[in-house]
């Protein structure tokens, strides 16, 4: 089983290290394969995005011994949202204004995909049979 970065169990408020030895911590223990440019723009903004909602982050918090975390589930939703404005173009500071908690929770949804697939094959429809008011029976008859 995999565990987080080591450090005591509890910590009293004059033992807490500064914001820096932190960052070292998890910087020490990287493994596996290091994350693109993009892939860790992405991250960082999905991030950003689950700060700005705190009762969706009470809604997913799960409970590692003393430490409350995010949950992945939530941070994997905040990815997945963020990615798709990302591909659309959007830049940080849009993303982080206009994304709502509902879009977030809706980002695992299938049914977005289902639409397009129906959509690209209506476009490949329309281009080999002309108008929608052919079909494909009508196309073979036309000589």
Request: zero cysteines; hydrophobic letters at 35%; proline letters at 4%.
């Amino acid at each position: 089983m995999t565990r987080a970065a080591e450090r005591p169990a509890t910590m009293k408020s004059d033992q807490e290290e500064p914001e820096q030895n932190q960052d070292e911590i998890w910087q020490e223990q990287v493994e596996g394969e290091t994350p693109d440019s993009s892939t860790t723009q992405a991250l960082n903004l999905a991030h950003r995005v689950t700060e700005k909602f705190p009762d969706l982050v009470t809604r997913y918090k799960s409970y590692a011994g003393p430490a409350a975390i995010v949950s992945s589930a939530l941070m994997a939703l905040a990815g997945v949202a963020v990615a798709r404005r990302l591909r659309r173009g959007q830049n940080a500071e849009e993303i982080l204004d206009q994304i709502t908690s509902e879009e977030i929770e809706r980002a695992a949804s299938v049914s977005s995909r289902q639409n397009r697939v129906w959509r690209m094959v209506k476009r490949i429809a329309l281009r080999r049979y002309g108008s929608g008011d052919a079909s494909p029976g009508d196309a073979s008859s036309a000589d």
